[in-house]
């Protein structure tokens, strides 16, 4: 994980902020987070490669499933945080590893990044 | 007789009417056997209707038992008594030989001893075999009427009154012959028809038409009532005038009763299959309709002759005709039908689900004769375990992002806390608060959550009515999404707490004031501003919760415009504290959690 820049995608403050502690605490440079669609989408066009995402799934108003779609096409590997079941993720990224909040971090680079 | 025809004599005169009348006349002559009995008679005489009547040609001077040996030896007997006693006798019988029967007057013409008799005859067997056919007719008439135990049968006079009654009518109206020959027949009509003038009409007619059907309620002698079927007729005197009634009547109460019976359960029945919401129908053999009830008609708009053989399918989904071909291929060797498919419905074109089943009808010998189905709406059922599945499935989604919250904001508030007691304190707090909020949320959908519901809520938490006179709270109702409730309340809980430890609330003369309003409330995404105002702060400690890295003014100042896109202004100076903010509200449409 030390070394990795990960994208953040969380509507809830407190826990994009939990997250992003934990994620700086393990080594990581998070990128966001993101509380919306159209934000993830603008640091996923601005900054350098990522080499990883972990998105919930439903954000305020929206699905997140967009920015699923612009990772998939850039190779990016990305995880699913959501308290959502299986059978509540769109079957077009029922592949997608698929992590329960509350996040264990420490689960996370396992999944990125084998 | 050897007299002159030229001469006119009484005996010439009797001569012309023997020969020229019609009955047949002989004088005999008896003959006696040595014990005095009759044993023959010799024809001494005959006239000319003799031959005719007889049969018996040449006779005179001839036996009777020369030309028929087998007559009857009666006859021989009653000429021989005329003979001997003198005394002329009438009599009629038949005499098997000569295959007639006669009508006879026998008497002496001469001495006893003459033993002559002249005999006066008539053949009758005409007339003996209309009698007999007449007394045979009578007698089978008599059985018949009184054999027809089932039928009533009897006759009046041409006023109604009776005079004749049969067994069969005294079984069905409970009188005996004595009790009703004499009475008017009107003691049998119920008391609708007496009043009705019903005996009037029903002879007036029968006497108009000379017959009328009479299917109706009688009275019987025991009170009770007994439904006949059957008819007056009119009867007649040779001159037409009119004799009297003849009235047979069948008693058909138990007939009627059992199809009143019958009716009366196919009434209900129609009534039950009619009356309840299922569409109901038959099949002969499987899939082929032969018949639908009216709730089909109405709901698909097919007609029953459309619906019939496989012209229900029409209504069915397209997508789901195979299904529908498939259960009853399934089905189709005697076990159940059971199947869901959308049906057509004719008034709003849309589909609805329905489950159909349908069971085999067996008779006595378990072939299975058709098939009974019924389909029933399940729509609504459907429409409502797919909502169920929804709001489990958002459940688990809030309880685990709950749990998430819990964690963060332990974590958040142990960094901010310089001890275990510390934390606790304040922890509890957050949580007793988190508590209230998951209450509002859980209400939430039968009344929006407000904003002055959170406002006043944390307030009454934290005892602030107590201080009534210093507090103001005021604006509109404005109702929340449920998405944003929690990090403002939270954020609300956070200003409430400091007020009440560091600010407004914990100085004597401090007041607040918590206002709100709609900006632009037409606007496709309206602003709420809330003004948390604090005036008469005691100059506070430097470390507490309303420094730059508290958690409560992290939330205000970064957790709102990062979770809700809200904009905030926080200022504390000169014992006063202003705090803004602005939400912009997005539509509910949009997509609420």
Same mark, same amino acid.
């Given at each position: 994980?030390?070394?990795?820049?990960?994208?953040?995608?969380?509507?809830?403050?407190?826990?994009?902020?939990?997250?992003?502690?934990?994620?700086?605490?393990?080594?990581?440079?998070?990128?966001?987070?993101?509380?919306?669609?159209?934000?993830?989408?603008?640091?996923?066009?601005? =900054?350098?490669?990522?080499?990883?995402?972990?998105?919930?799934?439903?954000?305020?108003?929206?699905?997140?499933?967009?920015?699923?779609?612009?990772?998939?096409?850039?190779?990016?590997?990305?995880?699913?945080?959501?308290?959502?079941?299986?059978?509540?993720?769109?079957?077009?990224?029922?592949?997608?590893?698929?992590?329960?909040?509350?996040?264990?971090?420490?689960?996370?680079?396992?999944?990125?990044?084998? | 007789?050897?007299?002159?025809?030229?001469?006119?004599?009484?005996?010439?005169?009797?001569?012309?009417?023997?020969?020229?009348?019609? %009955?047949?006349? @002989?004088?005999?002559?008896?003959?006696?056997?040595?014990?005095?009995?009759?044993?023959?008679?010799?024809?001494?005489?005959?006239?000319?209707?003799?031959?005719?009547?007889?049969?018996?040609?040449?006779?005179?001077?001839?036996?009777?038992?020369?030309?028929?040996?087998?007559?009857?030896?009666?006859?021989?007997?009653?000429?021989?008594?005329?003979?001997?006693?003198?005394?002329?006798?009438?009599?009629?019988?038949?005499?098997?030989?000569?295959?007639?029967?006669?009508?006879?007057?026998?008497?002496?013409?001469?001495?006893? +001893?003459?033993?002559?008799?002249?005999?006066?005859?008539?053949?009758?067997?005409?007339?003996?075999?209309? +009698?007999?056919?007449?007394?045979?007719?009578?007698?089978?008439?008599?059985?018949?009427?009184?054999?027809?135990?089932?039928?009533?049968?009897?006759?009046?006079?041409?006023?109604?009154?009776?005079?004749?009654?049969?067994?069969?009518?005294?079984?069905?109206?409970?009188?005996?012959?004595?009790?009703?020959?004499?009475?008017?027949?009107?003691?049998?009509?119920?008391?609708?028809?007496?009043?009705?003038?019903?005996?009037?009409?029903?002879?007036?007619?029968?006497?108009?038409?000379?017959?009328?059907?009479?299917?109706?309620?009688?009275?019987?002698?025991?009170?009770?009532?007994?439904?006949?079927?059957?008819?007056?007729?009119?009867?007649?005197?040779?001159?037409?005038?009119?004799?009297?009634?003849?009235?047979?009547?069948?008693?058909?109460?138990?007939?009627?009763? =059992?199809?009143?019976?019958?009716? %009366?359960?196919?009434?209900?029945?129609?009534?039950?299959?009619?009356?309840?919401?299922?569409?109901?129908?038959?099949?002969?053999?499987?899939?082929?309709?032969?018949?639908?009830?009216?709730?089909?008609?109405?709901?698909?708009?097919?007609? !029953? !002759?459309?619906?019939?053989?496989?012209?229900?399918? +029409?209504?069915?989904?397209?997508?789901?005709?195979?299904?529908?071909?498939?259960?009853?291929?399934?089905?189709?060797?005697?076990?159940?039908?059971?199947?869901?498919?959308?049906? &057509?419905?004719?008034?709003?074109?849309?589909?609805?689900?329905?489950?159909?089943?349908?069971?085999?009808?067996?008779?006595?010998?378990?072939?299975?004769?058709?098939?009974?189905?019924?389909?029933?709406?399940?729509?609504?059922?459907?429409?409502?375990?797919?909502?169920?599945?929804?709001?489990?499935?958002?459940?688990?989604?809030?309880?685990?992002? $709950?749990?998430?919250?819990?964690?963060?904001?332990?974590?958040?508030?142990?960094?901010?806390?310089?001890?275990?007691?510390?934390?606790?304190?304040?922890?509890?707090?957050?949580?007793?608060?988190?508590?209230?909020?998951?209450?509002?949320?859980?209400?939430?959908?039968?009344?929006?959550?407000? &904003?002055?519901?959170?406002?006043?809520?944390?307030?009454?938490?934290?005892?602030?009515?107590?201080?009534?006179?210093?507090?103001?709270?005021?604006?509109?109702?404005?109702?929340?999404?449920?998405?944003?409730?929690?990090?403002?309340?939270?954020?609300?809980?956070?200003? =409430?707490?400091?007020?009440?430890? #560091?600010?407004?609330?914990?100085?004597?003369?401090?007041?607040?004031?918590? $206002?709100?309003? $709609?900006?632009?409330?037409?606007?496709?995404?309206?602003?709420?501003?809330?003004?948390?105002?604090?005036?008469?702060?005691?100059?506070?400690?430097?470390?507490?919760?309303?420094?730059?890295?508290?958690?409560?003014?992290?939330?205000?100042?970064?957790?709102?415009? #990062?979770?809700?896109?809200?904009?905030?202004?926080?200022?504390?100076?000169?014992? =006063?504290?202003? @705090?803004?903010?602005?939400?912009?509200?997005?539509?509910?449409? +949009?997509?609420?959690?």
């Amino acid at each position: 994980m030390r070394g990795r820049r990960v994208l953040v995608v969380e509507d809830d403050y407190v826990l994009a902020d939990g997250m992003e502690q934990a994620l700086l605490a393990q080594g990581a440079m998070v990128v966001g987070p993101a509380a919306t669609v159209s934000q993830a989408l603008g640091l996923i066009a601005r =900054a350098d490669p990522l080499d990883g995402a972990v998105l919930d799934v439903k954000l305020l108003t929206e699905w997140v499933y967009p920015v699923a779609e612009v990772l998939r096409e850039r190779g990016v590997p990305f995880v699913f945080a959501t308290g959502y079941d299986r059978s509540s993720i769109d079957p077009r990224f029922a592949g997608i590893p698929r992590i329960e909040k509350p996040v264990d971090v420490s689960s996370i680079a396992p999944l990125l990044f084998g | 007789m050897g007299e002159d025809p030229a001469v006119d004599t009484p005996a010439r005169r009797y001569r012309m009417l023997f020969e020229a009348m019609d %009955e047949g006349f @002989c004088i005999i002559q008896v003959m006696f056997d040595p014990h005095d009995r009759p044993v023959d008679y010799r024809f001494l005489e005959v006239n000319a209707a003799f031959q005719h009547q007889t049969g018996l040609s040449d006779a005179v001077g001839r036996t009777m038992r020369s030309l028929r040996p087998a007559h009857e030896q009666h006859w021989f007997d009653i000429y021989g008594r005329v003979a001997r006693t003198g005394r002329a006798e009438r009599f009629e019988h038949a005499a098997a030989e000569l295959q007639a029967y006669y009508d006879v007057f026998a008497c002496p013409v001469g001495t006893s +001893e003459e033993a002559t008799v002249g005999v006066l005859f008539r053949n009758i067997s005409g007339r003996r075999r209309i +009698e007999e056919s007449l007394r045979d007719s009578e007698e089978r008439y008599r059985l018949i009427v009184e054999n027809a135990r089932d039928y009533a049968i009897f006759t009046t006079d041409a006023h109604g009154i009776v005079n004749d009654w049969h067994g069969g009518a005294e079984r069905i109206y409970g009188y005996s012959r004595d009790e009703m020959l004499g009475r008017g027949f009107d003691i049998l009509l119920t008391p609708e028809d007496r009043r009705d003038g019903g005996r009037e009409a029903e002879l007036r007619i029968a006497a108009e038409t000379g017959h009328v059907p009479v299917v109706r309620w009688r009275l019987r002698k025991d009170g009770g009532r007994v439904f006949i079927e059957g008819a007056i007729t009119a009867l007649r005197n040779p001159d037409g005038s009119l004799r009297g009634f003849l009235k047979i009547g069948q008693d058909v109460t138990a007939r009627r009763a =059992a199809e009143e019976a019958l009716r %009366e359960s196919r009434r209900r029945q129609r009534a039950l299959i009619e009356g309840i919401p299922q569409l109901v129908w038959r099949a002969s053999e499987p899939a082929h309709w032969t018949w639908c009830s009216p709730q089909w008609t109405a709901y698909t708009g097919l007609t !029953e !002759e459309r619906s019939l053989g496989l012209g229900w399918l +029409e209504a069915v989904h397209p997508d789901d005709r195979e299904a529908a071909r498939m259960a009853w291929a399934r089905a189709g060797d005697g076990r159940p039908l059971d199947m869901e498919t959308r049906l &057509l419905n004719a008034a709003d074109g849309g589909h609805r689900w329905f489950r159909t089943r349908a069971a085999p009808v067996r008779d006595d010998t378990g072939a299975t004769v058709e098939w009974l189905g019924t389909s029933t709406d399940v729509d609504d059922l459907r429409r409502l375990q797919d909502q169920q599945h929804v709001l489990v499935s958002e459940l688990q989604h809030r309880t685990r992002n $709950l749990i998430a919250v819990v964690q963060s904001v332990a974590d958040q508030t142990l960094r901010s806390s310089d001890s275990l007691e510390a934390f606790k304190q304040r922890f509890v707090q957050r949580m007793a608060a988190l508590s209230r909020i998951q209450g509002l949320l859980s209400r939430s959908d039968l009344k929006a959550i407000t &904003l002055g519901d959170l406002v006043r809520m944390e307030l009454d938490a934290l005892g602030a009515s107590a201080a009534a006179e210093r507090v103001a709270v005021g604006g509109p109702e404005v109702p929340l999404r449920n998405a944003i409730v929690q990090t403002l309340s939270l954020a609300i809980h956070e200003l =409430a707490t400091n007020a009440r430890k #560091y600010g407004a609330l914990a100085a004597a003369d401090g007041r607040l004031s918590v $206002l709100w309003r $709609l900006d632009d409330p037409g606007a496709q995404v309206p602003r709420l501003v809330i003004d948390w105002m604090e005036d008469g702060i005691r100059p506070a400690p430097p470390e507490n919760g309303r420094s730059e890295g508290g958690f409560g003014r992290r939330l205000i100042e970064r957790a709102l415009p #990062y979770s809700l896109g809200a904009t905030t202004q926080y200022r504390l100076e000169r014992g =006063a504290l202003r @705090c803004r903010i602005e939400i912009p509200l997005h539509r509910r449409a +949009e997509g609420d959690d």
